[in-house]
């Protein structure tokens, strides 16, 4: 590891015995050689200070009872939280410890609040192996558990995921290996399959009454909704097609389902612009016959392909019979509602701004979501009724506020918040005040927030022309007139939107924290918000010739250069890029089209040939029929150009990574060897893409500040 030792107001690194994995250099950098300038005066803020905090998830709120759960990850030991009425003061629910790489997930309240579920474990990949990142020699499981608000230690309920809980409470359902599994919630019986069904169950879904469940069937090109009925043990499913269903909801009164119907098509770009396509539907069915109707078709054109956003449904049956839903008609994903009995779907939610974590209130009448209306680069918390009106909102201001949930009797609303110098936490809004924060205690008192900077939102220019969104990170202090190295930060995704502050994913809340001990050792950052990325419309989501279908991000990979190269205070020679998963994908263009400007580069899990990503999550993709846009995906790639790929690289990743395959980077590794091109690697056996131990993080972090201290700061050096 690197270990910093402070002498008077700056620090130096000196490589202490370390893990790494085939580090090719190992260097005692002197402080009378530091090129960085010193930080302002005050303690710099350590990494392991800045990854201290816990990162809260999955808030959830009871349905009756008034409490809310969440799960915290403290420095890799994952805990179920919650809150209960009337105080909301923050407890630990389960006491896991160690930094043991499992994960807590999938958390659901009994209907009376007095329990709550939760998934213990992360899932399989494709050889049906379960992530055990920290070695264990005994093995790992994913399992669901259910723990007694009132305390004593929770019970596994069977080997699985995706706990549903029906509405008396008595009954649990889950998915283990494709397949529906039920199991009491009242007792130790163990679980039994509730159907053998073809394809794979996902999506659980009780009625209202308890007596049906519904559930999505993956079939890999088609998919239905099916319906299993508890007393006559039959299932039916509604309305089938050659089509792609999910995301069923119930009725009220549990006689009907409605559900989302998308179109079958073969021919759709990987990894790349899909603006339109054959519309998509809304579809209800009747649960016994399974007879079903289109109440409402999206417009051919703009809105016409399918956009979720981040909810537990992306329907939701409100009051009055309407249905509430989201969709891009005005090129921004906004929120509908529709009768259910069908017509005109009406706007809630117009203006130019993107709407996500949605959720609704206890009654039906009106939704909750975080959007970036009026605050572009960051989210705030509003409320619109079903039937329409004006948005309301809850919160505003310098902050980022997420994942809204109501209490059960309507009076409150849990939340997620994080701003520029603090990281992400639980909090609560009761009417019209402003949040309270629910476990504040759980933030360390050593965490180093005035030691923070606050990122400033800058708008510069691509290379050609479009105009992209960034947040600019600035050393504290230095001398005047100072010239500082610089490192650009592209995050993965790329569904994904930095903001002004810490962000509401794990992930790029770690990024974040990357970002600002960068700043601290005298790097100014820019962390780019590049186009196919969320946050500012369908047409830059979905922006023309992006990923496999050309690149067309390579322009802003050299805009945010050459933005950087602009700046006085910074030294021109002397710029890095850093990112990860699809960030990964743009370091690497950066090094291999643009070696003349970005002088190094931290590659964690990227994408090297989209080939390969293709072959991974492309049902079909067919070599024979698909030459020309192999071709074009190839190109698009930066093992296409490792003829001019000159700067050195850090190649990190995990060998267990499901999302993009790890011969991407043993391929790259092998073919910039054979062209002399400094790689180094760090490779964490075992480890998944978004790591699950918090060690890894840290090495990683580490890793990255090492190597760009050697080959921006002292590029010159001998080694």
Request: overall charge negative.
């Amino acid at each position: 590891m690197v270990t910093m030792r402070a002498y008077g107001p700056c620090a130096f690194a000196t490589r202490a015995s370390s893990n790494f994995v085939n580090m090719r250099h190992s260097i005692t950098i002197a402080l009378i050689a530091l090129a960085l300038p010193c930080a302002a005066q005050g303690k710099q803020p350590t990494l392991e200070e800045l990854l201290s905090a816990p990162f809260p998830d999955g808030l959830v709120a009871a349905p009756s009872g008034g409490a809310i759960a969440w799960s915290f990850d403290e420095a890799g030991s994952r805990n179920v939280w919650v809150a209960r009425a009337p105080d909301y003061k923050g407890k630990r629910l389960t006491s896991y410890s160690g930094d043991d790489g499992q994960e807590i997930t999938g958390l659901v309240f009994t209907p009376d609040g007095g329990s709550i579920a939760f998934v213990r474990g992360g899932s399989a990949n494709g050889h049906g192996e379960i992530p055990n990142p920290a070695l264990d020699v005994e093995g790992v499981t994913e399992a669901v558990w259910i723990a007694s608000l009132g305390g004593g230690a929770p019970r596994k309920v069977g080997e699985g995921h995706s706990p549903a809980i029906a509405a008396a409470g008595d009954r649990i359902a889950f998915v283990k290996g494709g397949q529906i599994w039920s199991a009491s919630t009242r007792d130790t019986a163990a679980a039994t399959q509730l159907a053998h069904t073809r394809g794979g169950a996902s999506d659980l879904r009780w009625s209202p009454k308890g007596d049906k469940l519904a559930f999505t069937s993956d079939r890999g090109d088609h998919a239905f909704i099916a319906v299993y009925d508890v007393a006559t043990k039959t299932l039916r499913y509604m309305q089938p097609s050659v089509d792609v269903d999910g995301g069923a909801i119930w009725s009220p009164d549990g006689a009907r389902v409605a559900f989302i119907r998308i179109p079958t098509t073969s021919r759709r770009p990987s990894f790349g612009a899909i603006r339109t396509e054959e519309p998509w539907s809304i579809v209800i069915a009747d649960a016994s016959s399974g007879v079903g109707h289109e109440i409402w078709k999206a417009k051919a054109g703009v809105g016409s392909a399918f956009n979720p956003i981040v909810s537990d449904a992306q329907l939701m049956w409100g009051q009055g019979d309407r249905i509430v839903f989201p969709w891009e008609r005005e090129g921004w994903t906004h929120l509908y509602a529709v009768s259910a009995a069908g017509g005109e779907a009406t706007l809630l939610t117009p203006g130019d701004f993107e709407v996500e974590h949605v959720s609704f209130a206890p009654d039906r009448s009106s939704v909750l979501y975080a959007s970036n209306q009026g605050d572009i680069d960051r989210r705030h918390i509003w409320r619109v009724g079903v039937s329409g009106g004006k948005p309301v909102a809850i919160t505003s201001g310098a902050g980022i506020e997420w994942a809204p949930v109501p209490t059960s009797d309507g009076k409150g609303v849990a939340m997620l918040r994080s701003d520029a110098k603090m990281p992400a936490r639980p909090a609560m809004v009761v009417g019209s005040g402003t949040p309270r924060d629910l476990a504040a205690d759980a933030i360390p008192a050593s965490f180093p927030s005035s030691g923070l900077v606050t990122p400033q939102q800058v708008i510069f220019p691509a290379a050609d022309g479009m105009l992209l969104h960034g947040q600019l990170f600035l050393p504290p202090g230095g001398a005047k007139g100072a010239k500082h190295p610089a490192v650009v930060f592209f995050h993965g995704g790329s569904r994904r939107q930095m903001l002004l502050g810490w962000h509401y994913m794990y992930y790029y809340s770690n990024a974040y924290a990357m970002n600002q001990y960068l700043a601290s050792r005298g790097y100014v950052v820019l962390a780019v918000n590049y186009r196919s990325g969320i946050g500012y419309g369908l047409n830059f989501r979905e922006a023309l010739d992006y990923g496999a279908t050309g690149g067309s991000e390579y322009n802003d990979v050299q805009g945010s250069g050459l933005f950087l190269r602009a700046r006085a205070d910074v030294d021109s020679s002397r710029i890095g890029a850093w990112g990860g998963s699809y960030g990964g994908y743009l370091t690497a263009l950066a090094l291999a089209r643009s070696s003349d400007m970005f002088s190094a580069g931290v590659d964690m899990h990227g994408v090297h040939d989209w080939n390969l990503e293709s072959e991974t999550f492309v049902p079909g993709w067919r070599i024979l029929k698909d030459q020309e846009a192999r071709r074009t995906a190839f190109l698009s790639s930066p093992m296409a150009y490792e003829e001019t790929w000159r700067s050195p690289v850090l190649l990190i990743q995990g060998d267990d990574d499901r999302n993009v395959a790890f011969s991407q980077t043993v391929q790259l590794a092998e073919d910039l060897r054979k062209q002399g091109v400094d790689v180094e690697q760090l490779i964490f056996p075992d480890e998944v893409h978004d790591f699950l131990l918090h060690r890894n993080w840290l090495a990683a972090y580490t890793a990255s500040f090492d190597f760009f201290s050697r080959k921006l700061v002292h590029k010159n050096a001998a080694h």
